[in-house]
């Protein structure tokens, strides 16, 4: 089902949103420093590398691939849109981190570390087969997390059997409770299965995300509606 739409604030009491639209254009649309928070996946050039050699799963029948000479447009317009003193998480791979880092930071961005997602079990590869993803930690300007405790290896079971490269909930759940409070707005401009939204919603927080395919925003669309609370 093609959907692109606002979720109505005076039916579902929270300005959630999901659209269809290129990452960068729909970056355009949005006011400056409007979104406080961005936790994103981009379908990153070395998943089309990966899958080429049989060592991933078969990407290009669900997304289109963002190339890497894309990023930096796309950090300049998340720079512009993301409030100060906030937060961005963006999940890549190994060779997707050397590429975003400088470019993040020549975007205006401050590098705070890798956070390693370990995915508990081990995934396809060769030359060690792979356990984990990183998130590459941003700031613009200055905010603390709300849990000083929590480390920078965070576990949680890898998603199977459903869409590709969809990330767990209770992952995305602790970045949003890391960098936001209730009623701040969670960006995702690559929504995917709609992990980021569930987490975001279920947590009181408002939901702005877009995607390029009809299935990625009907299934954001639809885990908005089953989590949103009715107040």
């Known amino acids: 089902m093609r959907m692109s739409r606002h979720l109505s604030a005076s039916l579902f009491n929270k300005a959630n949103r999901v659209d269809k639209q290129d990452a960068i254009d729909w970056l355009k649309?949005?006011?400056?420093?409007?979104?406080d928070l961005f936790i994103t996946d981009p379908a990153y050039e070395s998943?089309?590398?990966h899958r080429k050699i049989g060592t991933t799963t078969r990407l290009n029948e669900w997304?289109?691939?963002f190339t890497n000479d894309r990023f930096p447009d796309l950090f300049a317009e998340m720079y512009r849109v993301l409030k100060p003193c906030r937060h961005t998480y963006v999940f890549c791979d190994q060779e997707t981190a050397f590429v975003i880092k400088p470019i993040a930071e020549a975007a205006g961005f401050k590098f705070w570390k890798p956070i390693v997602w370990d995915k508990v079990s081990i995934g396809m590869g060769y030359h060690y087969r792979a356990q984990y993803e990183f998130i590459m930690f941003f700031e613009k300007g200055k905010?603390?997390?709300?849990?000083?405790s929590v480390p920078d290896v965070?576990?949680?079971?890898?998603?199977?059997n459903k869409y590709p490269t969809e990330k767990p909930v209770n992952l995305s759940e602790i970045l949003v409770n890391q960098s936001t409070e209730r009623g701040f707005i969670v960006a995702d401009p690559f929504c995917g299965s709609g992990?980021?939204?569930e987490a975001s919603v279920k947590n009181g927080r408002i939901f702005w995300?877009?995607?390029?395919?009809?299935?990625?925003?009907?299934?954001?669309?639809?885990?908005i509606v089953?989590?949103?609370r009715y107040e």
Do not use: C, M
């Open 63 to 65: 997304f289109e691939i």
């Open 209 to 223: 995300g877009t995607d390029t395919s009809d299935r990625a925003v009907s299934l954001t669309f639809n885990r």
């Open 47 to 49: 998943l089309e590398k």
């Open 154 to 160: 965070l576990q949680s079971n890898r998603i199977r």
């Open 29 to 35: 649309s949005l006011p400056s420093e409007s979104v």
């Open 143 to 148: 905010r603390q997390l709300n849990d000083l």
């Open 226 to 228: 089953q989590n949103t």
């Open 195 to 197: 992990s980021v939204a």
